[in-house]
């Protein structure tokens, strides 16, 4: 078990790790220090800058750049599939959009539902803070006092 030294330590040494790969798969300026959102999973790392337009996907496999997502919000949350096919992003409208990673493109499911949040959903003052996948097709998404399930299986009402 590591103490909070250590764990704070830990913590800057992986952001410098994550600093020097991005410079050095020329992804990102001296300027875009400030993300707004990690997602890393076995292939790829995922990062949203604050002053970017976007989300950037680097592939750790070969250390180049991936995709460069759609931009629509700001983004707050991320998680990745266990299976690595599918990115779920939470924005700070409340939106949720999933991406097809495979096909670098909007999943399916966001397609056919982008249109059918729930106002209440989208208005709400408690913002997103936090994602997290339960199985390749659902996932968590939470805010400080509530949570929620995405399934993908299920169109929204």
Not at 65 to 84: E, M, Q, R, V
Not at 88 to 100: E, H, L, P
Not at 111 to 131: A, C, Q, T
Request: hydrophobic share 35%; glycine share 4%.
């Amino acid at each position: 078990m590591l103490t909070r030294g250590q764990e704070l330590h830990k913590i800057i040494l992986d952001e410098l790790k994550i600093e020097k790969l991005i410079s050095e798969m020329g992804g990102a300026e001296k300027y875009d220090k400030i993300p707004t959102l990690f997602e890393v999973d076995h292939q790829y790392l995922t990062i949203a800058y604050l002053n970017q337009n976007g989300v950037r996907m680097y592939d750790l496999s070969n250390n180049k750049i991936y995709w460069d997502l759609p931009h629509f919000d700001l983004p707050l949350c991320a998680a990745s599939s266990p299976d690595g096919e599918k990115l779920v992003i939470g924005y700070a409208s409340n939106m949720i959009r999933v991406f097809d990673i495979m096909n670098k493109c909007l999943h399916q499911w966001s397609r056919e539902n982008d249109d059918h949040f729930p106002s209440n959903f989208l208005n709400r003052y408690n913002r997103l803070i936090g994602s997290t996948p339960l199985s390749n097709n659902k996932f968590m998404f939470y805010t400080n006092y509530t949570y929620c399930i995405l399934d993908l299986n299920k169109a929204l009402p």
